[in-house]
C-alpha cells in the first residue's frame, strides 16, 4: 500500500484537485455553483482563506491559508469534495465510470481520490504558486491571454491591482519552474 506524505508544517498550501478521469465538468454552471457552496459551507465550520484559485474543465488549482495552529486541509478537502458531490448527483450522473474498488467502497465517480498538496514555503514561493494558478488556463492553451479565462481570481488581483490586466506574458511569470507541483 502506497503511504502519502503530507505537510505538517507551514499555513499556507498550494493544491491541484482533479475529477475522476478527467470528466471536463468543473466549468459547467451546476459545477461551479456547487463548488462555490461547497467551499462556502466547508470554510464556515473549518475556516481557510482562498489566496488564490482557478477552475479548469476537468481539474482546479488553488492556494489556501489555514488559521494558525490548523493544518487540517485533508478533512477540508473531504468536505469541500462531499457536498460538491451531493450536489452534483443530485441533478447529474456520476462523471465517470465507477470501478469494483469504488463501488465496494460507496465512492462516486466525480473525483479523484486524493488530491496533490504543496507546502508553500516563503514568499517567493507563493508568488510562483499564485502566478501558476493564474498562468495556467493559457499554460493549457485555453485562452491567448491570462485576462480572458473566467473562473479565476486573477480578475480579484487585477482589481487590487496586483497584476495589471494583460499581466501573463513569458516574462511576467516564473514559467515551469512551478510545473513540477502539479
Not at 84 to 90: E, K, M, Q, V
Amino acid at each position: 500500500m502506497s503511504r502519502y506524505r503530507r505537510s505538517h508544517e507551514g499555513r499556507t498550501f498550494f493544491f491541484t484537485v482533479v475529477t475522476h478521469e478527467r470528466c471536463p465538468i468543473l466549468c459547467t454552471d451546476l459545477a461551479r455553483a456547487a463548488l462555490r457552496d461547497a467551499i462556502r459551507e466547508t470554510r464556515k465550520s473549518r475556516p481557510f482563506d482562498v489566496v488564490a484559485f482557478v477552475l479548469l474543465p476537468d481539474y482546479l488549482h488553488t492556494v489556501w491559508e489555514l488559521p494558525e495552529g490548523d493544518l487540517d486541509y485533508a478533512t477540508r478537502w473531504r468536505e469541500v469534495k462531499t457536498r460538491f458531490t451531493r450536489t452534483w448527483t443530485a441533478f447529474e450522473s456520476e462523471a465517470g465510470d465507477l470501478s469494483l474498488s469504488r463501488t465496494k467502497r460507496g465512492e462516486r465517480g466525480v473525483w479523484q481520490r486524493r488530491f496533490f498538496e504543496h507546502t508553500i514555503r516563503d514568499e517567493r514561493d507563493l508568488r510562483r504558486g499564485v502566478d501558476y494558478v493564474h498562468v495556467n488556463p493559457m499554460k493549457h492553451g485555453l485562452v491567448d491571454r491570462v485576462r480572458d479565462w473566467e473562473w479565476s481570481t486573477f480578475h480579484r488581483y487585477v482589481r487590487l491591482g496586483e497584476y495589471s490586466p494583460d499581466w501573463g506574458s513569458s516574462a511576467d511569470w516564473y514559467g515551469d519552474e512551478f510545473c513540477d507541483y502539479e
